[in-house]
């Protein structure tokens, strides 16, 4: 991951002092490190009757408790803080 990002950096002429060094805590390739890690896909169907009014927060890190996921719990702020990303979620807003 970090020969990426010095590579994508040089390429993008980003003085060495402002790159970064990001750590994920999954396995090699992997970005879920926790979610039912027993299946072999994770998908969640929700119907729009059933998303909660007026915002619903999908999480889209992966760092949400995982007897929240498919919602956001916040855990993506310590995840941001501890690696220098910047995920978040996705909201649903249903407010006309
Ligand atoms: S906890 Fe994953 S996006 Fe908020």
């Not at 999954?26 to 998908?43: F, H, L, M, T, Y």
Request: glycine share 4%; charged share 25%; aromatic share 4%.
């Amino acid at each position: 991951m970090a020969v990426a990002l010095r590579q994508s950096c040089a390429v993008a002429s980003v003085p060495t002092s402002r790159r970064v060094a990001v750590v994920v805590r999954a396995s090699a390739g992997q970005i879920n490190p926790s979610i039912r890690k027993s299946e072999e896909k994770v998908a969640d169907i929700i119907k729009v009757a059933n998303v909660p009014k007026p915002k619903a927060v999908f999480c889209r890190c992966w760092r949400a408790d995982a007897s929240k996921f498919p919602y956001c719990d916040g855990s993506h702020v310590k995840h941001n803080k501890e690696t220098g990303d910047n995920v978040g979620p996705l909201v649903i807003d249903s407010t006309p």
